[in-house]
């Protein structure tokens, strides 16, 4: 169970930052980020320890519809890049010293004797969601668990911020459905070129979901959000929705990456409205779509750079952002001590 964060600290917290020796609200973003930590971990003076990212890979059945411009087999060659530490990912947590995790829960490969990769598959692959629901309700639920396995892990280390990441040729497309679904949102504002299709192949892609939604509804016109979930999400996708939940139980912020991890927390509040008290929206990304879930959900992110990448990387390159909230909070003097004149 989420707890929602303690309301009653709020006008403590917003009179020590109005009191710090700067204009009111000169330092905007910043403020407002520092209050959401401040009541994340019920304090005044709170401090970031062994931030922790972790990157789920799976496999989507839906490729085989052609629907990514990239092959099925990138999946385990990034995996394996993750691991020897040559990935966008390893680079920004080395240069944010980030721990990172890369997990398989279902990538269609064997990665057994690779040494740096946790192995926790579950099946190799989903299956394709145009003709079938893409895993079973005990796969399913074994996905969740195995998430909020990785974020107990981090915990036991000392983290108290965390960020998700994935690796899954074709995510962009269930993420698009589950953006339709939840916000009822037109497919064809939510469905865009994800790893690189051209306007043919983004037409194509969304014949494919449009089939696959129709489909799915004829049988659930109003599923649960665990049926529509194990009907089209990847394991990567719902392990990284338990990890999500279970760091919010434990009261750690959660930095939000692009596009599909957005998909993967608008997921989570649908189980849990109370997780977004958790959440930190780290980066906007250039999918068709993001901006307008994002909206749609109230969320501001801290960056827009145009990447796409995913791995996780947008909510790794935030963490400056959130360091320097908690770093005014805690450092800067306030007009008293400092024997300035408090002008408003």
Known sequence: MIVPTDKTLQSSIQEKIDNLNKPKGSLGRLESLAMQVCLIQNSLTPKLKHPCHILFGGDHGIEKENVSASPREVTWQQMINYGKGGGG???FCRQHDFSLRVVDVGVDYDLEGYTHIIHRKIQRGTANFRFSPAMNASDYSKALSTGAEQVDECFSEGCNV????EM??????????LMHLLLGIPLGDCVGAGSGLNAQGVQHKYEVLKESVDTFLRCNPSAPIDTILSYFA???MVAAIGAMLRAAELRMIVLVDGFIMTACMLAAAKMDKNVLDYAVFGHQGDEGGHKLMLQEMGAEPLLHLGMRLGEGTGAICAYPILQSAVNMINEMDNFAHAQ?????
Request: charged share 10%.
């Open 89 to 91: 990912v390893n680079m």
């Open 162 to 165: 965390i960020s998700f990441g």
């Open 168 to 177: 899954g040729i074709a995510n962009t497309s269930p993420s698009s459905i």
């Open 234 to 236: 990847g394991f990567e």
């Open 340 to 344: 300035i004149t408090k002008y408003f």
